[in-house]
């Protein structure tokens, strides 16, 4: 009995999630033609479907922790399956089993430091603002203007730090009256739901809500597009509704509004790429790109995939913490993309995408080839 149990839920959780799949999904394989995975190596998400479907997906191999959630193949799909939350179901039940393949093993090490220490980095909770020490920025109160969600990477990650600071800079230059929460901040909980711990998911997202209502929180800008998204689209789902803003976003606005001043040239031809849950789960595409385009001397140019088309770094869905060959990594890809159209700067608004780019750098030897930048650190060096 016990056997056939996780099958049973895998079913009942998919029936709910991914709709009638059943009866919508007919095959047609255009969900493997657009995956960034069959330009690596075979995956076919057509044939989790049609396994789930029937009850007999493989829970214990590789495949149904591939998926990045990158979103390319729901927005392609012709019977409106929900590729991604089939993904997700099937993780949950793996995850309750403890089914994990090797490669996998390390999201535990992350699952664990969500659970002790609020971020999947293993930081100290204490040393969350760290990296503000010295720097003028406070902690929120409620006649502030909006809240810095900072998040976890921008936290602890010793490269994605320097955006927290240039964020910070920006911020204090356009006039922003801005806090932060330090220790009280709790990883957004995006990416963990992805790999099926459900409930870790939910207790993070709780005692956020519970920290931006006792703070009086109503406007929150983030760095990360997970941030965005689960603030945005999932903690709805608990009753609440935050304004938020991704910094790309608010960037475009300060400039608009006169707030921001770049007074300086990059003369750089700079390639932007959009990152998964920006662009296609949340349709931010132009205001980064109008940004860009406000920097004098800078020239933008488009990669080949790009916008809706963009080609996924590798990180959604928690493959940030699992472990992928050398071989296998579409973010080594995404440079050749942006070294093929002569760029000099891969600029992107994204943690998961720097950090995916920064190795895949290293791989290739691209030192002197490529910079990658975020946005922000590019405007903070125009002002
Ligand atoms: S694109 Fe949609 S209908 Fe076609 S095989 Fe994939 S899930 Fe099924
Ligand atoms: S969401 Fe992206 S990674 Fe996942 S199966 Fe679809 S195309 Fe592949």
Redesign the pocket.
């Known amino acids: 009995m016990e056997t056939i149990a996780p099958f049973i839920e895998v079913i009942d959780e998919i029936k709910e999630a991914g709709g009638e799949v059943f009866k919508l999904c007919f095959q047609c394989g255009l969900?493997?033609t657009?995956?960034?995975?069959?330009r690596v190596r075979d995956?076919s998400?057509r044939k989790?479907i049609r396994e789930a479907a029937f009850g007999l997906s493989e829970i214990e191999g590789e495949d149904i922790w591939?998926?990045?959630?990158?979103?390319?193949?729901?927005v392609?799909c012709p019977r409106g399956v929900k590729?991604?939350d089939v993904?997700v179901s099937l993780r949950r039940v793996a995850t309750e089993y403890e089914l994990f393949p090797a490669s996998v093993k390390s999201a535990r090490t992350a699952r664990a430091s969500l659970i002790s220490e609020g971020n999947p980095l293993q930081g100290d909770r204490a040393k969350r603002s760290e990296w503000a020490k010295d720097l003028p920025v406070k902690p929120y109160t409620e006649e502030m203007e909006a809240l810095y969600f900072v998040g976890c990477y921008l936290s602890y990650d010793p490269r994605m730090r320097k955006v927290a600071v240039a964020t910070a800079n920006i911020l204090n230059k356009a006039g922003v009256k801005f806090g932060i929460l330090g220790d009280k901040e709790s990883c957004c909980g995006e990416s963990i739901r992805k790999i099926g711990a459900e409930e870790v998911f939910t207790n993070l997202a709780k005692e956020n809500i519970k920290t931006f209502i006792d703070n009086g929180v109503k406007k929150i800008i983030v760095s990360s597009p997970h941030c965005y998204h689960t603030f945005k689209n999932e903690y709805p789902e608990f009753m609440v509704n935050f304004e938020v803003i991704h910094m790309s976003q608010y960037l475009l606005e300060l400039i608009n509004d006169g707030r921001l001043e770049l007074t300086k040239e990059y003369a750089k031809q700079v390639t932007y790429h959009d990152p998964?849950y920006l662009g296609r789960h949340n349709d931010i595409y132009d205001e980064p790109r109008e940004v860009l385009k406000k920097i004098s001397g800078l020239e933008l140019v488009e990669m080949v995939d790009s916008r809706k088309n963009s080609l996924?770094c590798g990180g959604?869905?928690g493959r940030i913490w699992m472990d992928t060959p050398k071989e296998e990594r579409f973010s080594d890809i995404r440079l050749l993309q942006a070294n093929d159209v002569g760029a000099q700067v891969l600029v992107t608004a994204c943690p998961y995408c720097i950090t995916n780019f920064e190795e895949s750098r290293l791989n290739l030897e691209y030192e002197d080839v490529l910079e990658i930048k975020d946005i922000t650190e590019i405007v903070n060096d125009m002002l």
């Open positions: 969900c493997d657009v995956c960034p995975w069959n995956f998400m989790i591939r998926c990045t959630t990158c979103g390319a193949c729901p392609q590729q991604i993904s998964c996924c959604g869905g």
